[in-house]
């Protein structure tokens, strides 16, 4: 990849290359803490991995708020970071996306959000699945967040199955414009947002806007969910 990745526990890589070699393995849950999420198929770049396609019964997926696990952003910035995330998740066209904003979940969890590796209530996936209709749930968090530095993050996403709580697809990834960010990268996440694709001081505006440098990463990493076969 042209973006700097980072590098996964050990526990995904020996997950990913067992995948790869053809071992079996039962679905993996979300709620097990004994033994690590299996993912049904491999898929590049090595640091994300999932289904090979997009199921075609996932028609709407809810999306979470967003964890920041470093406690960097105030709260406006949270919400501003929610509303990219949405923004890019709807871009993908692989489903509907539907938002639980942060007043709407925090009957659920101890705060506002709750992060992808933590315990989760038991009767979650339920309740999302019965309030949204949703087939699955999408969670995000930040890992990674220098807050004198616009220009570098590091994320962590899963596409999780309501009714059997299986992971779909995880990605977990860092940006850093100072390290290898390339100008197709750029050019390309601007085409996408604009249309004009022009560079121009595109890299002076990723490192003064935090919200701008986030819709980057959201966008590169979502580029490599499944694809939809049946559209």
Request: aromatic share 8%.
């Amino acid at each position: 990849m042209i973006y700097r990745c980072r590098t996964l526990p050990a526990w995904i890589v020996t997950v990913m290359l067992a995948a790869s070699a053809g071992a079996g393995a039962p679905p993996s849950s979300v709620h097990s803490h004994h033994a690590p999420p299996v993912f049904p198929s491999p898929a590049p770049p090595f640091n994300q991995g999932g289904i090979a396609a997009w199921p075609r019964e996932i028609n709407r997926v809810a999306v979470l708020p967003l964890h920041d696990t470093t406690s960097s952003l105030r709260p406006k910035s949270l919400l501003e970071y929610d509303r990219i995330w949405l923004g890019q998740l709807q871009r993908t066209e692989r489903a509907e996306f539907v938002n639980l904003s942060r007043d709407r979940t925090d009957r659920w969890f101890t705060a506002t959000s709750a992060e992808s590796t933590s315990a989760l209530p038991p009767d979650l996936f339920t309740a999302i699945a019965t309030e949204t209709g949703a087939q699955a749930v999408v969670m995000l968090d930040i890992v990674y967040l220098p807050q004198h530095r616009a220009d570098s993050i590091g994320i962590r996403v899963k596409l999780i199955e309501l009714s059997t709580q299986r992971i779909l697809w995880m990605a977990d990834e860092s940006f850093d414009l100072r390290e290898g960010l390339s100008r197709s990268t750029i050019k390309r996440f601007l085409k996408g947002q604009s249309g004009t694709g022009q560079v121009g001081n595109a890299k002076v505006a990723l490192r003064q806007s935090p919200s701008l440098f986030a819709a980057l990463a959201f966008d590169t990493t979502l580029r490599h969910l499944p694809p939809r076969l049946d559209h």
